[in-house]
């Protein structure tokens, strides 16, 4: 997942926005505080689609991640 973000942005997800839909996407929001634009946090919505080789994909990995967290 750190291919699709900054590396920066990775502490800005809000762990609570994740979730898992049944066709295996993951969706998550990045809130940045430091940046702002007319007054207002920008937030960024991600969509991860699963990878269909299971050692390369990232839906499984943060699954895994969040399973020992």
């Known amino acids: 997942m750190a291919t699709f973000l900054r590396s920066s942005e990775l502490q800005h997800i809000s762990l609570t ?6 066709g295996n996407i993951l ?22 689609h699963p990878h269909h080789d299971a050692t390369l994909c990232p839906v499984r990995a943060f699954q895994q991640l969040q399973h020992y967290h």
């Open 17 to 22: 926005s994740t979730k898992i839909s049944s």
């Open 27 to 48: 969706t998550f929001v990045v809130v940045t505080p430091k940046e702002r634009r007319k007054g207002h946090w920008i937030i960024k919505p991600f969509l991860v």
